[in-house]
């Protein structure tokens, strides 16, 4: 599954400089994660570093249209090390 950032976002920017995948980016009114890019952080750290450092709870959520189990997740991971 992909994260995504809801209108709750305050443009804070703390998410940007987290993502390992570099998936974030400023948006027009929020930022946004490239749900292409997204792993949820997984096999780099045990929950995704946007929504630890997030100051606001809902502001970042699990992205309905891009469901993935964590070894798909896993697996993208691993085929964007190689590029």
């Known amino acids: 599954m992909a994260l995504m950032i809801t209108e709750e976002c305050i443009v804070c920017g703390a998410c ?5 995948n570099n998936a974030i980016s400023a948006g027009e ?8 890019l997204c ?3 997984v096999g780099y750290f045990d929950e ?3 929504k630890a450092v997030c100051p606001i709870d809902e502001a ?3 992205n309905p249209a891009f469901r993935e189990t964590k070894e798909e997740l896993l697996k ?4 964007m ?3």
């Open 16 to 20: 940007e400089p987290e993502c390992p």
């Open 29 to 36: 009114d929020i930022y946004n994660i490239n749900p292409e």
């Open 39 to 41: 792993t949820e952080c």
């Open 48 to 50: 995704p570093q946007c």
């Open 60 to 62: 970042i959520v699990v």
């Open 76 to 79: 993208k991971k691993l085929l």
């Open 81 to 83: 090390d190689k590029h």
